[in-house]
């Protein structure tokens, strides 16, 4: 009996390790050219003055929040993301760009802008397929 279990916990060692060892396969494809140019639009619009005053932004709270490579970081991090994941969405849903206004004052892309920042931590694209059909 002892013997049996002995032999059990080595085969069931061996048979874990090997499986933590194996790579898996993964579905998930990330476009490295594109998100390449996400990160460099990123790293120069986030920290440009210019950037903020063309959005119409007080650039002079914005430069104070900057100051801190703390917010530089995580700003250019949530800039990436989305932009990235605005992206993706512009390539499924390429007509939005074109539609005109959607919402009064709002086009197209920036309603899909919208959508891709608030949905873009999950895999929840019903709004999107909704309005595309």
Not at 53 to 68: A, V, W
């Amino acid at each position: 009996m002892r013997n049996f279990t002995v032999k059990s916990l080595i085969t069931l060692l061996i048979t874990s390790s090997a499986l933590l060892l194996t790579s898996m396969r993964s579905d998930a494809q990330v476009n490295m050219t594109k998100i390449a140019q996400v990160a460099k639009s990123c790293q120069e619009d986030i920290l440009s003055s210019n950037y903020y005053k063309r959005m119409g932004f007080d650039t002079n709270s914005i430069n104070e929040y900057l100051k801190n490579s703390y917010n530089q970081e995580q700003a250019i991090r949530h800039c990436i993301s989305s932009r990235y994941h605005y992206s993706l969405v512009m390539t499924k849903y390429a007509w939005l760009d074109s539609t005109g206004e959607i919402l009064p004052g709002y086009p197209g892309s920036v309603v899909a802008a919208s959508l891709a920042s608030v949905f873009g931590s999950s895999n929840q694209t019903s709004i999107l397929d909704c309005i595309a059909n």
